[in-house]
């Protein structure tokens, strides 16, 4: 037997209500461009949106005209959806409070999770909404994946509950060494300032 290898999320496609909604949330809150639509080839009675989230990847969303919304959060039963995260950079980040605000939209406030902060909020539907920031940049020809792995092996060596941002700093310099060679024999920390 062997696995199936996947090489990255293809799309996430998910139940939305009207167009216009999904329209007015999708590209006119989060930004993210509409780039094409169709029936749904499954479902004639529904419509399939599709977004770019900023990478090229997809999000879609079904939906119906006669589908009303409901801002109740939704289920969160096992194989439910808890929330859907998405990427920020800082600049942007900073704003978002005031941004949801503006809409009169409550959240969460900004919550440190050790390796990047992040602002909840609910969708009109009432899915829950993570805009996430990572506190670092992976080294060129890495990926915050690569920069994690190192960075929780960090953490359970030193014996430490959670990933935070000393294991993150450790973990970049680890893979900068590891990645790029240098004509000094000895790279560890040194002072010029004595």
Request: net charge negative; glycine share 10%.
């Amino acid at each position: 037997m062997k696995k199936i290898q996947v090489l990255g999320v293809h799309h996430i496609t998910l139940t939305g209500a009207d167009r216009q909604t999904s329209i007015d949330f999708w590209e006119g809150v989060l930004g993210m461009p509409f780039i094409f639509d169709q029936p749904n080839l499954d479902d004639p009675d529904e419509g399939h949106l599709y977004f770019d989230p900023g990478d090229g990847r997809l999000i879609t969303i079904f939906t119906n005209e006669n589908r009303k919304g409901n801002r109740d959060r939704t289920p969160t039963d096992p194989g439910c959806v808890h929330h859907v995260a998405f990427e920020v950079d800082r600049a942007t980040f900073s704003q978002i409070p005031g941004r949801l605000e503006d809409r009169g939209v409550g959240h969460s406030g900004v919550k440190d999770r050790g390796f990047m902060d992040s602002i909840y909020f609910k969708d009109p539907l009432g899915l829950l909404i993570e805009l996430a920031c990572y506190k670092f940049i992976p080294p060129r020809g890495s990926s915050h994946a690569e920069v994690m792995l190192e960075a929780h092996k960090i953490r359970v060596a030193a014996g430490d509950g959670h990933i935070q941002e000393v294991h993150l700093a450790e973990a970049v310099a680890l893979i900068v060494e590891r990645g790029q060679a240098s004509l000094s024999a000895d790279r560890g920390a040194r002072n010029p300032y004595r």
